[in-house]
C-alpha cells in the first residue's frame, strides 16, 4: 500500500465523510463552569504513581 494523493480541501473532506456516515456537525461550545465563591481551583493534583522515594526535582537552575 503507498500514498497516492492528500486531500487538503475542507469541502471535499466534508463530502467524502458524510458519505461514508462519519461526519457529524461538532457539538455547541459552552462556557466553563463558574466555581463556588471561596473555592480555591488547583491545576496540580497529587498522583501516587507507585514510586515511594522519587522526589520532584528542584528547579534550581545555579546547580546545571
Not at 9 to 16: C, D, F, Q
Not at 17 to 24: C, E, M
Request: charge should be negative.
Amino acid at each position: 500500500m503507498k500514498i497516492i494523493s492528500f486531500i487538503y480541501e475542507r469541502a471535499v473532506i466534508k463530502k467524502i465523510l458524510v458519505h461514508l456516515h462519519l461526519y457529524s456537525e461538532p457539538k455547541q461550545q459552552r462556557a466553563p463552569p463558574v466555581p463556588e465563591p471561596g473555592k480555591v481551583i488547583s491545576d496540580y493534583e497529587s498522583y501516587d504513581d507507585g514510586w515511594p522515594s522519587y522526589e520532584e526535582p528542584s528547579e534550581d537552575v545555579n546547580s546545571l
